[in-house]
């Protein structure tokens, strides 16, 4: 309790600076409540992008930063949050600090405070990794509506990693919209056909969208890359078994 405490009590420094609000959980997976403001939506956070910093004032926020990473060196992750938030304090927009800051948080399973800073620097960078990194801090909190907006804007700018494809699919299979999560899954599947992991999901994805047939030739597929892969036998034995039911039925 006592390390929580100290983080959150160090966030207070940048608290004047960054006038955001952060939304209480309480909701199950696959129903988000309709009427939950999603974070992406809420106004941007108050900084100045044109703020012109002196010399002494950057060079602060480098020695800070660096000192920052010695700390993250030797395991002291308390110690390297307040410094950051020192940075933040002398330039809200810096880019590096910011970034550092809100992975630490990500590291520490505070997501609301690291989709605050992801979203910040999603905006000032218009940068993919910003919004994946949004996208996860926001699956994280169940917010999955607000992760699949983030997710959505990745891949927008940047889809040549298959990965934000199978994120974006897990989002979709949350949300219950499986048809999207498929199509999906499938654009990962086009780009990396090799990729067990994403066949697997394509499995899973089929069977809950009932389309057997479907599932049984992605998991054809991995017998094929993988011939003694067992999970893909016993899942296929599994998928028959329903395939037969429903013909009997």
Known sequence: MLTYLLLFLSVSVFIGVFAHRVYALNIKKNTPPPEKKSLIDEE?????????????????????????DIKLKVGEEEEAIKLLVQAMAIDPANIEAQQKLAMLYMQ???YAAAAALFKQLGELTNDAVHYSNLGL???????????????????VLDS???????SLAQVYRSLNQLSNAIVAANKANEMDSQNIDFLFLIADLQMDAENHEESMNALKKILEIEPENAEAKNYLRKVKKAIAAKEKA
């Open 44 to 68: 941007p956070l108050d900084i100045d992008e044109n703020k012109k910093l002196s010399k002494q004032e950057k060079s602060e926020i480098s020695i800070l930063c660096e000192k920052a």
């Open 108 to 110: 520490k399973q505070m």
């Open 137 to 155: 801090a926001l699956y994280q909190q169940q917010e999955f509506e607000a992760a699949k907006e983030a997710y959505q804007r990745a891949v």
């Open 160 to 166: 040549s990693r298959p990965q934000r494809f199978i």
